[in-house]
Nanobody, 128 residues
Framework: QVHLVESGGGSVQAGESLRLSCRAS????????LAWFRQTSGKEREGVAS???????NYADSVKGRFTISRDNAKNTLYLQMNSLKPEDTAMFYC??????????????????????WGQGTQVTVSS
């Protein structure tokens, strides 16, 4: 069973950056499709970015050019570098892992609560 723990959230001003981490334990993440999601109160969970086992990435249009997803299989950790943050990026951010293919934001969104593993979330707040 893969266990995921996010960290790195916080409160920043618009235009600043944050780097989220998602540390996995219990299983090697190397074969997994990994993704970041976010959710705000009253809204549906939104897929933000995904990264396949071979490093191919996919992003939601709302974050393209500002966010970068990466993985370090040796450290069993997923990252999300978030630059040029906007107030509308304020949300609880979650990481998730699954073996489904093709690895993409949409595929992981369709998996929803059936995905193999979810983290508990880390809050990101961006003020103007």
């Amino acid at each position: 069973q893969v266990h995921l723990v996010e960290s790195g959230g916080g409160s920043v001003q618009a235009g600043e950056s944050l780097r989220l981490s998602c540390r996995a334990s219990g299983y090697a993440i190397s074969p997994y499709c990994l993704a970041w999601f976010r959710q705000t109160s009253g809204k549906e969970r939104e897929g933000v970015a995904s990264i396949s086992s071979d490093g191919s990435t996919n992003y939601a249009d709302s974050v393209k050019g500002r966010f970068t997803i990466s993985r370090d299989n040796a450290k069993n950790t997923l990252y999300l570098q978030m630059n040029s943050l906007k107030p509308e990026d304020t949300a609880m951010f979650y990481c998730a892992a699954d073996l489904r293919l093709p690895c993409s934001v949409r595929t992981m969104e369709l998996g929803g609560n059936a995905l193999h593993a979810w983290g508990q979330g880390t809050q990101v707040t961006v003020s103007s």
